[in-house]
């Protein structure tokens, strides 16, 4: 069993930065592929950006790239997502995410997310 707790969210200005973050506990794996979703009022769940450890690469949604970054730490139990300019859309709860197949899924673990919040 793997728990994921999210922190780093919060209300911030157009334009501004936030830094998430997302520690694996419990049974961990070593290949962990691990990512983030997010989920705003009214809408489905959304891919958002994940890192695939076996080949080291990394996944964006169109919407977020070149203004957010996923990236984990040597230990491989912390994921994280560096967020620039930040825009009204981008206001959701993000979810951390951990698979045994690969950053596209399928999804094995859920953490229960930090609310982003994003004014104009």
């Known amino acids: 069993q793997v728990q994921l707790v999210e922190s780093g969210g919060g209300l911030v200005q157009a334009g501004g930065s936030l830094r998430l973050s997302c520690v694996a506990s419990?049974?961990?794996?070593?290949?962990?592929?691990m990512g983030w979703f997010r989920q705003a009022p009214g809408n489905e769940r959304e891919f958002v950006a994940g890192?695939?450890?076996?080949?080291?690469?990394?996944f964006y949604a169109d919407s977020v790239k070149g203004r957010f970054t996923v990236s984990t730490d040597n230990a491989e139990k912390t994921v994280y997502l560096q967020m620039d300019s930040l825009k009204p859309g981008d206001t959701a709860v993000y979810h951390c995410f951990s698979s045994r197949t690969g950053p596209l899924g399928p999804y094995n673990y859920w953490g229960s997310g930090t609310q982003v919040t994003v004014s104009s």
């Open positions: 419990g049974r961990t794996l070593s290949r962990l592929h």
């Open positions: 890192n695939d450890k076996t080949y080291g690469t990394t």
